[in-house]
């Protein structure tokens, strides 16, 4: 069975523009889970995605926003972007989250988007 | 309210030496525990999880750890380091059956490193 698959791998992009990432949840999962990575901050959830429905959002600004396909792939996208959007960007897919259920909780990561803003 | 703490930031061993890597959790609720490896320039990978069956869990590449409730504790051990086993390591959690759907919430993070 396929992993979580990120496009871009690798972004550069300048202040004031804006990125849309990709990502491909593992076949039959139906939840995408999407994470910032950084060196000061380390890892902070950005959104959750299942059935097209965001149902849980972390502590972002509304310039980071994402939606997700009736297949389950899903996009995020951040506006104006600034010098500490920087990062490394972190999909993740479930089956079920929130269900009692070890695995139906266990995320599977993607490789990661590194997104480089100048 | 959750949240994780892993005790040491870097942590270096010998090759054959035990490894111990620290995590305390906070949780409101009964909890998932997750610890995750890192890579250079790669995603996370899965070493073990307690989801509340066993408390002594055993995962990938003779990693395990024990789950303690009167401490909070989720510490990860393995008998002895390979070189191989030099990464990042992330302690998560996340509520179980709760209402934070999708959402792990990481300790921030503890850098293995194996000397020869």
């Known amino acids: 069975k396929a992993g979580v698959t990120q496009t871009p791998r690798y972004l550069i992009k300048t202040r004031g523009q804006q990125v849309t990432l990709s990502c491909s949840p593992i076949?039959?999962?139906?939840?995408v889970s999407w994470y910032q990575q950084t060196p000061g901050q380390g890892l902070q959830f950005l959104f959750e995605y299942f059935s097209e429905t965001q149902r849980n959002k972390g502590n972002f600004p509304g310039r980071f926003s994402g939606r997700q396909f009736s297949n389950s792939r899903s996009e995020m996208n951040v506006s104006t972007l600034e010098l500490g959007d920087s990062a490394l960007y972190l999909c993740?897919?479930?089956?079920?989250?929130?269900?009692?259920?070890?695995?139906?909780?266990?995320?599977?990561f993607g490789p990661g988007t590194r997104l480089t803003v100048l | 309210a959750q949240s994780v703490t892993q005790l040491g930031s870097h942590v270096s061993v010998s090759e054959g030496a035990l490894v111990l890597l620290r995590c305390n959790y906070s949780?409101?609720?009964?909890?998932?525990l997750f610890w995750y490896v890192q890579y250079p320039n790669q995603g996370l990978q899965l070493l073990l999880k307690y989801t509340s069956a066993a408390t002594l869990v055993k995962g990938i590449n003779g990693f395990e750890a024990e789950f303690k409730k009167s401490e909070t504790s989720f510490h990860l051990t393995k008998p002895s380091a390979h070189m191989s086993d030099a990464a990042e390591y992330f302690c998560a959690v996340s509520e179980a059956g709760g209402t934070s759907y999708g959402k792990l919430t990481f300790g921030q993070g503890t850098i293995l490193t194996v000397h020869p």
């Open positions: 949780s409101s609720v009964p909890p998932y």
């Open positions: 993740a897919s479930s089956l079920y989250p929130g269900r009692t259920g070890g695995e139906s909780n266990e995320q599977f």
């Open positions: 076949s039959g999962h139906r939840s």
